[in-house]
């Protein structure tokens, strides 16, 4: 159909198509007719546990350095790469402190605008159309949504619960390593919350360097496992030679509305990143990047002090879920409950994304369904432990009396 005869729709590309509305949209739109529907009427209110936006707060140290900085007339100004040397040297000695490593502040660290940003827009800069990349599956969003504006084709490597959400990286063949251009990891990992292993990673590392791909791993919550010690590419010998890593302020130091993130990574990927942003986005105020700074230099620790605030979250979570007939995996890192469709739900024959919706209409609790996360995904779902016990075990008695006469 000719675009006059199709109207505004009809010019919109196949790419942004391909993407869809996202799990996180439609869920936002699901939410706000809930509470729409729920003012001035006996409906309970919403209870949010779909994203994983904490409710606890940032290091003072932090939120004071930004505060100061925000004076200064600099801060509202725009910020070119050479500006961002201090953050980029802040974590290079962070760098340096926890995985025992060497970085170049000039040529292996970029500040990103979070770390969604950098993952999604990796493959436009390491990638052709057409060429195939490895994923996880189930996934993060942006990792399956930076490939499809890169017009590039996906191979999916299942992670099933049998094998401890393992990647099982003998299913693909040598040829079948060979066509990939690309993988892209994140363990601890993000929706199966899920730790992982040093070997896995280490594994993963060696296959690029065999195979000749870039090796992206993801890991904004390496501070965050409860079981466990996370991985990291940063620990492989190899990761010089075939990738970069993602990290992001987000979860450990709960500064996820400030957008704060970085890769560290070879010095051509890092390179060919930077140049992509170069026509995308500027970077985040000189401010919000001192409370980046102060929060890697004055609060280390500050993950640290999280993790037993999620473990009881965890443990208290579980324990109201399974007393209301909902089986709970114990997850090994913290933030989320990957949790399969309770069994009622499977009895009334209810998908993942119709099970959430149902459930939101007659309770307000608001989960993510794990279709949203690719294939491996469906039939589950995604519990953020982001509001305190109080509300959390609240959250499981509505879900248990809604279960009771499903």
């Known amino acids: 159909m000719p675009a006059a005869e199709g109207g505004v729709d009809a010019r919109i590309s196949e790419r942004v198509r391909g ?12 939410k706000q007719a809930y509470a729409a529907a729920a003012a001035g009427t006996g409906l309970p209110p919403l209870l949010d546990l779909s994203l994983g936006s904490t409710d606890l707060q940032p290091p003072a140290v932090a939120m004071e350095a930004i505060r100061r900085q925000l004076g200064q007339p600099q801060s509202a100004a725009y910020c070119l790469h050479g500006a961002t040397r201090p953050f980029r040297e802040a974590v290079a000695a962070w760098a340096q ?11 292996e ?17 390491v990638l052709n159309p057409g060429d195939r990349a490895l994923l996880l599956d189930p996934y993060y969003p942006s990792h399956r949504g930076g490939l499809q504006l890169a017009s590039a ?3 999916l490597l299942p992670l099933k619960a049998a094998r401890g959400f393992a990647p099982d990286f003998d299913q693909l063949s040598a040829s079948q390593w060979d066509s990939l251009k690309l993988m892209v990891l994140g363990f601890p990992h993000n929706p199966t919350a899920t730790t992982g292993q040093q ?3 280490d594994a993963a590392a060696e296959r690029a360097v065999r195979h000749g791909l870039v090796f992206a791993h993801d890991n904004p919550y390496v501070d965050l496992a409860l079981d466990g010690e996370a991985p990291a590419l940063l620990r492989s010998p190899h990761w ?18 400030y957008r704060l993130a970085f890769a560290i990574g070879a010095e051509p990927l890092i390179t060919a990143l930077r140049q992509l942003k170069g026509v995308v986005d500027f970077n985040q105020s000189l401010a919000l990047q001192a409370g980046a700074i102060a929060a890697l230099e004055q609060a280390p620790e500050w993950p640290e002090r999280l993790r037993p605030i999620y ?37 009334a024959g209810l998908d993942a994304e119709g099970f959430c919706a149902r459930l939101l209409e007659a309770t307000g609790v608001c989960l993510t369904p794990g279709n949203g996360f690719g294939e491996g995904g469906e039939g589950h779902v995604r519990l953020a432990l982001v509001h305190p016990i109080e509300e959390l075990e609240q959250a499981a008695g509505r879900v248990g009396q809604w279960l009771a006469g499903l």
């Open 240 to 257: 010089r030679q075939c990738g970069l890593e993602f990290f992001s302020f987000s979860k450990g130091w709960c500064l996820g509305g």
């Open 109 to 125: 660290v970029l500040l990103l605008v979070g770390s969604q940003e950098g993952t999604a827009h990796l493959p436009l800069a």
């Open 153 to 155: 084709q996906p191979h």
């Open 311 to 347: 473990r009881e979250r965890r443990d208290r979570m579980a324990s109201a879920l399974m007393a209301a007939g909902w089986p709970v995996r114990i997850p090994s890192m913290a933030l989320y409950l990957w949790l399969e469709l309770p069994p009622a739900a499977r009895a």
């Open 19 to 30: 993407l869809g509305s996202g799990v996180f949209a439609r869920n936002d739109a699901r």
């Open 199 to 201: 070997a896995w990673v």
């Open 97 to 107: 402190r926890r995985f025992d490593v060497t970085v170049d502040p000039d040529r």
